[in-house]
């Protein structure tokens, strides 16, 4: 076990929370290792009853006042993600309450100096930032734990009303297959996180929420989610010759052009890249694809090829007749109130199972690093 002193501050939209007074927080070396190999690292009792029951009732108080913001993602159990705008119910979805708002660039209520529980938010987001600060070390990202600008880091309090529910998604994609926008922010989403902050004598077997993550069977041999800036987009299944579970990474920017793309895994003393494909086009090569088309036409060595998995099967008409993964295992986490989960937020696919009568609550976000720089040659293809 690892002791982190939280003595940090936190700089959030804008403020700078306090200095905490010295506090400990554990947080398991295997934890470390989990997120660093593609799983979702479980801490429970991160934060107190106390802790929980005071930030819940902050939260509670916020959405009774109406300082939440709906974002009509979430489905409604009964339609299965169904957009039906006819029988939407506000108090069905999934609300938050951001510290960023990014379609007014300006700061949310989450660090409001004014409303609610103001000490209590800025205690958590100074528990946060010495979690932020031992992830980057422990998992060699220094780009985590750099000063955090008006989007840099996202934190809010969530809460999903009953019955709601969502999909399986990934939290960060490669900037090829974000279009144009992909290169035009200066950060990315690097760690997921999320402490739930449910009332004592949350089921789960009856109150349902739980988070559905779809880890590898066989754990990564190599750390996930980059490689100097390169996101990965898939993997290779471990064989009999090879009995490794190997990431594949997407160079989305060959000879300094953007479009210009090829995949590669890490040679076995991880000291450079193994190159999959030749060249080969984003557009429509991203765009038009399935885990078929690249284990049979851009990856030419079938004995590669045929191992080839996407995290994510690009969506399309037919993406829910393609076969399942089966490299891929479920672990659900049931969301009971202190615990802490956090992941990678490339690699790992997850959903959240929907509710059954009970409101769930928690507070949750996203580490960022810089990603890469927009091309200086060539043009960008999409």
Same mark, same amino acid.
């Given at each position: 076990?690892?002791?982190?002193?939280?003595?940090?501050?936190? +700089?959030?939209?804008?403020?700078?929370?306090?200095?905490?007074?010295?506090?400990?927080?554990?947080?398991?070396?295997?934890?470390?290792?989990?997120?660093?190999?593609?799983?979702?690292?479980?801490?429970?009792?991160? %934060?107190?009853?106390? /802790?929980?029951?005071?930030?819940?009732?902050?939260? @509670?108080?916020?959405?009774?006042?109406?300082?939440? $913001?709906?974002?009509?993602?979430?489905?409604?159990?009964?339609?299965? =993600?169904?957009?039906?705008?006819?029988?939407?119910?506000?108090?069905?979805? @999934?609300?938050?309450?951001?510290?960023?708002?990014?379609?007014?660039?300006?700061?949310?209520?989450?660090?409001?100096?004014?409303?609610?529980?103001?000490?209590?938010?800025?205690?958590?987001?100074?528990? $946060?930032?010495?979690?932020?600060?031992?992830?980057?070390?422990?998992?060699?990202?220094?780009?985590?734990?750099?000063?955090?600008?008006?989007?840099?880091?996202?934190?809010?309090?969530?809460?999903?009303?009953?019955?709601?529910?969502?999909? @399986?998604?990934?939290? /960060?994609?490669?900037?090829?297959?974000?279009?144009?926008?992909? !290169?035009?922010?200066?950060?990315?989403?690097?760690?997921?996180?999320? $402490?739930?902050?449910?009332?004592?004598? !949350?089921?789960?077997?009856?109150?349902? =929420?739980?988070?559905?993550?779809?880890? @590898?069977?066989?754990?990564?041999?190599?750390?996930?989610?980059?490689?100097?800036?390169?996101?990965?987009?898939? !993997?290779?299944?471990?064989?009999?010759?090879?009995?490794?579970?190997?990431?594949? +990474?997407?160079?989305?920017?060959?000879?300094?052009?953007?479009?210009?793309?090829?995949?590669?895994?890490?040679?076995?003393?991880?000291?450079?890249?193994?190159?999959?494909?030749?060249?080969?086009?984003?557009?429509?090569?991203?765009?038009?694809?399935?885990?078929? +088309?690249?284990?049979?036409?851009? $990856?030419?060595?079938?004995?590669?090829?045929?191992?080839?998995?996407?995290?994510?099967?690009?969506?399309?008409?037919?993406?829910?007749?393609?076969?399942?993964?089966?490299?891929?295992?479920?672990?659900?986490?049931?969301?009971?109130?202190?615990?802490?989960?956090?992941?990678?937020?490339?690699?790992?696919?997850?959903?959240? %199972?929907?509710?059954?009568?009970?409101?769930? !609550?928690?507070?949750?976000?996203?580490?960022?690093?810089?990603?890469?720089?927009?091309?200086?040659?060539?043009?960008?293809?999409?």
């Amino acid at each position: 076990m690892r002791l982190v002193v939280i003595v940090a501050g936190f +700089f959030l939209g804008g403020r700078s929370a306090p200095r905490s007074s010295l506090a400990l927080s554990v947080l398991p070396d295997s934890a470390v290792r989990t997120i660093d190999r593609g799983g979702i690292a479980v801490v429970k009792d991160f %934060l107190s009853p106390s /802790e929980v029951s005071r930030l819940r009732a902050d939260a @509670r108080d916020l959405y009774d006042d109406g300082r939440f $913001i709906v974002d009509a993602l979430a489905g409604y159990g009964a339609k299965a =993600g169904a957009k039906d705008k006819a029988g939407f119910d506000s108090s069905r979805d @999934r609300a938050v309450l951001p510290a960023y708002v990014p379609s007014k660039k300006r700061d949310g209520p989450f660090v409001s100096s004014t409303l609610g529980d103001v000490d209590g938010r800025r205690r958590l987001t100074s528990t $946060i930032a010495a979690l932020r600060s031992d992830l980057a070390r422990s998992l060699d990202r220094p780009g985590l734990d750099t000063p955090d600008g008006g989007d840099n880091h996202e934190i809010s309090f969530t809460r999903f009303g009953p019955g709601a529910m969502l999909a @399986r998604h990934v939290d /960060e994609h490669h900037e090829e297959v974000k279009g144009r926008a992909g !290169w035009s922010r200066p950060t990315r989403r690097s760690i997921s996180w999320l $402490i739930y902050l449910n009332e004592e004598g !949350w089921d789960a077997e009856s109150d349902g =929420g739980q988070l559905r993550t779809y880890e @590898r069977r066989v754990p990564s041999a190599y750390p996930v989610g980059s490689r100097d800036g390169d996101l990965q987009i898939g !993997w290779l299944k471990p064989t009999s010759d090879d009995p490794r579970e190997r990431p594949v +990474f997407l160079d989305g920017r060959r000879g300094g052009v953007s479009g210009k793309c090829a995949l590669y895994v890490d040679s076995d003393d991880g000291g450079r890249n193994v190159y999959l494909t030749k060249e080969f086009d984003a557009d429509p090569y991203l765009l038009l694809t399935s885990d078929f +088309f690249v284990q049979n036409l851009l $990856i030419t060595e079938h004995n590669l090829g045929s191992r080839f998995h996407y995290l994510e099967q690009p969506k399309s008409g037919l993406t829910a007749y393609l076969k399942a993964d089966p490299g891929e295992r479920t672990k659900d986490v049931a969301p009971l109130g202190g615990t802490l989960v956090a992941f990678d937020s490339v690699a790992l696919p997850h959903e959240v %199972l929907p509710t059954a009568s009970r409101e769930r !609550w928690a507070a949750s976000g996203w580490f960022h690093e810089r990603q890469q720089p927009a091309p200086a040659g060539g043009r960008i293809i999409l």
